[in-house]
């Protein structure tokens, strides 16, 4: 049985530094690389965070997150430079006004091109097959979570997917993949090995567990993110991270 909480075995160090790519001055747009934490937690002094990095790289303390991409996670993280712009990010996001578009790389080819995943989700619960606490799954009393898919292209028995969250479910993208049959390459809770995330508490990111995984991290990026801002709407774009990029690029053409 495990809890939310990170791991405490080793984990491996990121190999990127944050990159600022759009500097607003109410707000900066920034690349988050893979196995960086958006903001400092108790759990792990021990990883890297961008909120602390940035700060010290600006020397601005007010910088603040408005909103949060998982440590495995890749892409577009904003950062708001002040309090007004942290309220004005705040009611954005309450109201649903930021649009964030991810890509993911998933094991299967779908039969359809395009697919709206209307399906609640919950925790799973404890029992069975299951014994992480955190995984969640389409349950009929969940909560509602909508998704939109787009296939980008397919080769050799995966796929590159667009996707769009129109809710902000906990995990939502990879529960909804996962319930089509489409599981992340990289995915230590909803891939295709169920053990992984428990061997993964244990003993952290080894080689070995790397080799089943494919990824030592689930293969998602966030590649933009739009909201109206000062009577415009903005939006910024960031190209597929690196080391995905070199996944999907080594697989074989069909």
């Given at each position: 049985?495990?809890?939310?909480?990170?791991?405490?075995?080793?984990?491996?160090?990121?190999?990127?530094?944050?990159?600022?790519?759009?500097?607003?001055?109410?707000?900066?747009?920034?690349?988050?690389?893979?196995?960086?934490?958006?903001?400092?937690?108790?759990?792990?002094?021990?990883?890297?965070?961008?909120?602390?990095?940035?700060?010290?790289?600006?020397?601005?303390?007010?910088?603040?997150?408005?909103?949060?991409?998982?440590?495995?996670?890749?892409?577009?993280?904003?950062?708001?430079?002040?309090?007004?712009?942290?309220?004005?990010?705040?009611?954005?996001?309450?109201?649903?006004?930021?649009?964030?578009?991810?890509?993911?790389?998933?094991?299967?080819?779908?039969?359809?091109?395009?697919?709206?995943?209307?399906?609640?989700?919950?925790?799973?619960?404890?029992?069975?097959?299951?014994?992480?606490?955190?995984?969640q799954a389409v349950v009929p009393d969940?909560?509602?979570?909508?998704?939109?898919?787009?296939?980008?292209?397919?080769?050799?028995?995966?796929?590159?997917?667009?996707?769009?969250?129109?809710?902000?479910?906990?995990?939502?993208?990879?529960?909804?993949?996962?319930?089509?049959?489409?599981?992340?390459?990289?995915?230590?809770?909803?891939?295709?090995?169920?053990?992984?995330?428990?061997?993964?508490?244990?003993?952290?990111?080894?080689?070995?567990?790397?080799?089943?995984?494919?990824?030592?991290?689930?293969?998602?990026?966030?590649?933009?993110?739009?909201?109206?801002?000062?009577?415009?709407?903005?939006?910024?774009?960031?190209?597929?991270?690196?080391?995905?990029?070199?996944?999907?690029?080594?697989?074989?053409?069909?």
């Amino acid at each position: 049985m495990t809890s939310p909480s990170s791991p405490r075995a080793p984990l491996l160090p990121p190999t990127e530094k944050p990159r600022v790519v759009v500097e607003h001055p109410d707000f900066y747009v920034v690349h988050k690389p893979a196995l960086w934490l958006t903001h400092p937690v108790r759990a792990r002094v021990d990883v890297p965070d961008v909120l602390t990095y940035l700060r010290r790289l600006t020397g601005e303390d007010t910088l603040a997150p408005p909103h949060r991409l998982d440590r495995e996670t890749s892409g577009a993280q904003l950062f708001s430079r002040d309090r007004e712009a942290a309220q004005r990010f705040f009611t954005l996001f309450k109201t649903h006004l930021v649009g964030k578009t991810y890509v993911a790389i998933v094991h299967g080819t779908p039969d359809w091109e395009r697919r709206t995943l209307d399906a609640p989700l919950g925790d799973l619960g404890l029992g069975g097959a299951n014994r992480i606490a955190i995984r969640q799954a389409v349950v009929p009393d969940g909560r509602p979570a909508v998704t939109d898919f787009r296939v980008m292209a397919r080769r050799a028995g995966h796929t590159l997917i667009e996707a769009y969250p129109r809710s902000g479910r906990l995990h939502q993208i990879r529960a909804h993949l996962s319930h089509l049959g489409l599981p992340m390459v990289g995915d230590k809770i909803y891939g295709r090995d169920p053990s992984v995330f428990l061997a993964f508490m244990e003993v952290g990111q080894t080689p070995e567990l790397t080799a089943r995984l494919g990824l030592p991290r689930q293969a998602l990026h966030a590649a933009r993110i739009a909201f109206p801002w000062s009577g415009t709407q903005f939006s910024a774009e960031l190209p597929l991270a690196p080391d995905l990029q070199a996944y999907w690029d080594a697989l074989p053409q069909d």
